[in-house]
């Protein structure tokens, strides 16, 4: 094990998780939120937490405190690389040995032709400069995003996104925090960039036959035109850059950018990865 490790994002998708696996591990790790709220579920774990914001770095100082390894992570935001670059110096500063950065497929390559790629991109760049060790984690998208579908699976057994055809390797998020794990805890990931997908490049109307098994009854998915799909997310609360940037993906995934499965999880954790027919079966109360 190593000295503390420092988890910011610790109450996302992954972070959340990430957090849950360093406490059952035992390691000693320190958890960077931005409210004594969100500090609870991690309290209640057993972990230390500290309240910091990547917008003010005087406060990241003492949240690096003994800290020898980092996970970052931040909430979308436009000025994402300007923020996760005041968490790199402060790292820097703080004599942290070894960075392990949240990214995503594609990035160093194809995904750099789009806004979400170049801001990660950015970053990465950052880090290599710096001189900490690096462990750049590229995950494809999540399958936890299509929680984002459950009321209308619930109430009328569709579902609604534009470009049905475009076929993705998703990733259980559980999978992320596995790997994510190990190169926290672990020797051998300095300087590697692991792409990590699921099993198998699964279409919307893949994933809608998989809920229909796993649910036993139909579940349909429905196309709808990329301007809708805009206007329902921005209907929701979404920032429109957000919105924006994520129709650039979309339009990614249209054409094959994220269709490759690679064997990260089962090389890096020693075991197979979730499909999603496991994803649907260990969270199919959300969608019933």
Same mark, same amino acid.
């Given at each position: 094990?190593?000295?503390?490790?420092?988890?910011?994002?610790?109450?996302?998708?992954?972070?959340?998780?990430?957090?849950?696996?360093?406490?059952?591990?035992?390691?000693?790790?320190?958890?960077?939120?931005?409210?004594?709220?969100?500090?609870?579920?991690?309290?209640?774990?057993?972990?230390?937490?500290?309240?910091?914001?990547?917008?003010?770095?005087?406060?990241?100082?003492?949240?690096?405190?003994?800290?020898?390894?980092?996970?970052?992570?931040?909430?979308?935001?436009?000025?994402?690389?300007?923020?996760?670059?005041?968490?790199?110096?402060?790292?820097?500063?703080?004599?942290?040995?070894?960075?392990?950065?949240?990214?995503?497929?594609?990035?160093?390559?194809?995904?750099?032709?789009?806004?979400?790629?170049?801001?990660?991109?950015?970053?990465?760049?950052?880090?290599?400069?710096?001189?900490?060790?690096?462990?750049?984690?590229?995950?494809?998208?999540?399958?936890?995003?299509?929680?984002?579908?459950?009321?209308?699976?619930?109430?009328?057994?569709?579902?609604?996104?534009?470009?049905?055809?475009?076929?993705?390797?998703?990733?259980?998020?559980?999978?992320?925090? *596995?790997? @994510? &794990?190990?190169? !926290?805890? $672990?020797?051998?990931?300095? /300087?590697? %960039?692991?792409?990590? #997908?699921?099993?198998?490049?699964?279409?919307?109307?893949?994933?809608?036959?998989?809920?229909?098994?796993?649910?036993?009854?139909?579940?349909?998915?429905?196309?709808?035109?990329?301007?809708?799909?805009?206007?329902?997310?921005?209907?929701?609360?979404?920032?429109?850059?957000? *919105?924006? @940037? &994520?129709?650039? !993906?979309? $339009?990614?995934?249209?054409? /094959?950018? %994220?269709?490759?499965? #690679?064997?990260?999880?089962?090389?890096?954790?020693?075991?197979?990865?979730?499909?999603?027919?496991?994803?649907?079966?260990?969270?199919?109360?959300?969608?019933?």
């Amino acid at each position: 094990m190593t000295k503390t490790i420092l988890v910011t994002g610790a109450t996302g998708t992954v972070g959340s998780l990430l957090v849950e696996k360093l406490a059952a591990a035992g390691a000693r790790a320190r958890a960077l939120v931005r409210s004594p709220k969100k500090a609870e579920g991690v309290h209640r774990l057993g972990l230390e937490t500290t309240i910091g914001d990547f917008d003010e770095p005087e406060t990241l100082k003492p949240a690096l405190e003994g800290a020898e390894r980092v996970f970052l992570l931040s909430a979308p935001d436009p000025r994402q690389a300007e923020l996760q670059s005041n968490l790199i110096r402060a790292a820097k500063e703080a004599g942290v040995r070894h960075i392990v950065k949240l990214s995503a497929i594609g990035v160093g390559g194809e995904l750099d032709s789009i806004s979400l790629g170049r801001l990660h991109r950015e970053t990465e760049e950052e880090i290599e400069r710096s001189g900490i060790e690096y462990t750049h984690l590229r995950p494809n998208g999540f399958m936890q995003n299509t929680f984002m579908f459950a009321g209308t699976i619930k109430a009328q057994g569709v579902f609604y996104a534009p470009f049905g055809d475009a076929r993705v390797s998703y990733v259980d998020a559980r999978d992320v925090a *596995a790997v @994510a &794990l190990s190169a !926290l805890t $672990e020797d051998g990931h300095a /300087g590697k %960039a692991y792409e990590i #997908t699921g099993p198998e490049a699964l279409s919307y109307r893949d994933i809608a036959g998989e809920f229909s098994s796993v649910l036993d009854r139909e579940v349909k998915h429905i196309e709808v035109p990329t301007d809708a799909a805009r206007g329902a997310m921005t209907g929701m609360g979404m920032q429109p850059w957000l *919105a924006d @940037a &994520l129709v650039e !993906l979309f $339009e990614f995934y249209s054409e /094959g950018g %994220a269709e490759r499965v #690679t064997d990260t999880v089962r090389a890096v954790t020693g075991r197979e990865p979730i499909t999603f027919a496991q994803f649907a079966r260990d969270h199919a109360e959300a969608f019933n």
